[in-house]
C-alpha cells in the first residue's frame, strides 16, 4: 500500500514556489530558443535573405550562417532554374479562333538580383506568369490559326525573346526558354482541319495515280518504241540480206553467163572452121525421131549414118 505522508502535498506549495518553477521553464524556453535561433543552414543552390525586424540586412550563402534570435528573420530564394507553367491559357488568332495554350517558361534567379526582388517584388513568380501569358497572347494574336502549327517555334522564338528582355530590365531575372507543350484547338476547328487533312490526303493520292500512270505511259512509250526500233531493225537487216542475197545470186548469174559465154566461143572457135559444124549440131540435138510430117520438097536430113567410106 502506498504511504500518503511520503508524497508531496501540492496544496501545501507557496505560491513564491511555483512561480520560481514558471520563471525556470520560461528562461529554459528561452535558451533554447536561443541555441536553435542563432544560426541558419542555407542550402546549395539557394541563397537566403536576412532580414531585422522585416528590413533587408544581408544576404546567406549556402552553408551555416548566424543570424540573431528573435530579431531576425530568414527568407530563401532559389537559384538554380525555376520552371512556371501556363496551362491552357486562351488565346486569339487573327482571324479570331480560340486556342487553350499550355506553356513552359524556365527561369533562374541571379544571387545578386535576390536583394531587388526581396525588396521591391517579392512576387515576382506571378510577375513572370502574366509577363509570359501576355506575350503569348501578342504572339499568336499576329498569326492565323492555319499557321500556328507550322509556325510554333518562330512563336516560342518571339515569346522568349520579348519575355527574357522585359523579366531582366524590370526583375533582373533571366528567363532562358520557353516551350509550348500543348495546343488545345476548339472543336469547330479540329473538324475542319480533319476534313482539310482527308481532302489534302485525296489530292495527294490523286497525284500519286496520276505519277504513276505518267510513269506506266512513259514505259508503255519506251517499250513500244523499243519495239519499233527492233521492228525497224530487223526490217532493215532482212531488207540487207535481201540486197546482198539478189547481189550474189546476180553476181553467179553473170559469173555462170560468162562461164557459157566463154564455152560457147571457145566451141565456136573450134568448131567453126568444120563444113560439117551444122550436122553435127543436128546429131547433138536430135532426139532419135524422125519428123512426122514433110512439107513441100523438105527433105530428110541426112546424117550419114550407116556409110562407111569407099
Known amino acids: 500500500m502506498w504511504n500518503d505522508?511520503?508524497?508531496?502535498?501540492?496544496?501545501r506549495l507557496t505560491p513564491r514556489f511555483m512561480m520560481q518553477a514558471v520563471a525556470l521553464g520560461v528562461l529554459a524556453l528561452l535558451v533554447l530558443g536561443v541555441v536553435f535561433g542563432c544560426y541558419v543552414q542555407v542550402e546549395q543552390q539557394e541563397v537566403a535573405v536576412i532580414s531585422r525586424f522585416g528590413a533587408f540586412s544581408r544576404i546567406a550563402t549556402p552553408g551555416l550562417n548566424f543570424k540573431l534570435p528573435y530579431i531576425e528573420s530568414v527568407t530563401t530564394f532559389p537559384t538554380a532554374t525555376q520552371q512556371l507553367e501556363i496551362r491552357k491559357s486562351e488565346v486569339f488568332?487573327?482571324?479570331?479562333?480560340?486556342?487553350?495554350?499550355?506553356?513552359?517558361?524556365?527561369?533562374?534567379?541571379?544571387p545578386e538580383d535576390v536583394k531587388l526582388?526581396?525588396?521591391?517584388f517579392p512576387s515576382y513568380q506571378q510577375r513572370i506568369y502574366t509577363l509570359a501569358n501576355d506575350r503569348m497572347k501578342i504572339a499568336f494574336g499576329t498569326r492565323l490559326v492555319a499557321d500556328v502549327p507550322s509556325n510554333r517555334s518562330q512563336i516560342e522564338a518571339e515569346i522568349l525573346q520579348a519575355v527574357a528582355a522585359n523579366a531582366l530590365h524590370l526583375y533582373g531575372v533571366h528567363v532562358t526558354e520557353i516551350q509550348i507543350t500543348d495546343l488545345d484547338y476548339s472543336r469547330a476547328f479540329?473538324?475542319?482541319?480533319?476534313?482539310?487533312?482527308?481532302?489534302?490526303?485525296?489530292?495527294t493520292k490523286a497525284e500519286q495515280l496520276r505519277q504513276q500512270a505518267v510513269k506506266d505511259a512513259e514505259r508503255q512509250q519506251i517499250a513500244a518504241k523499243g519495239n519499233s526500233d527492233a521492228a525497224i531493225a530487223e526490217a532493215r537487216g532482212k531488207a540487207e540480206a535481201l540486197r546482198l542475197q539478189a547481189e550474189a545470186e546476180a553476181a553467179a548469174t553473170r559469173v555462170k553467163g560468162e562461164a557459157e559465154a566463154d564455152a560457147i566461143r571457145a566451141q565456136a572457135s573450134s568448131l567453126g572452121a568444120s563444113p560439117n559444124y551444122v550436122q553435127y549440131e543436128q546429131a547433138r540435138r536430135w532426139n532419135g525421131q524422125l519428123p512426122a510430117t514433110i512439107l513441100g520438097s523438105q527433105t530428110l536430113p541426112v546424117l550419114g549414118l550407116g556409110k562407111q567410106g569407099g
Request: no cysteine; net charge negative; glycine share 2%.
Open 5 to 11: 505522508k511520503k508524497l508531496p502535498d501540492i496544496h
Open 93 to 110: 488568332t487573327a482571324d479570331n479562333q480560340a486556342i487553350g495554350v499550355t506553356m513552359l517558361v524556365q527561369y533562374d534567379v541571379p
Open 117 to 120: 526582388l526581396y525588396e521591391r
Open 190 to 203: 479540329r473538324e475542319a482541319i480533319d476534313q482539310m487533312t482527308r481532302a489534302k490526303a485525296e489530292v
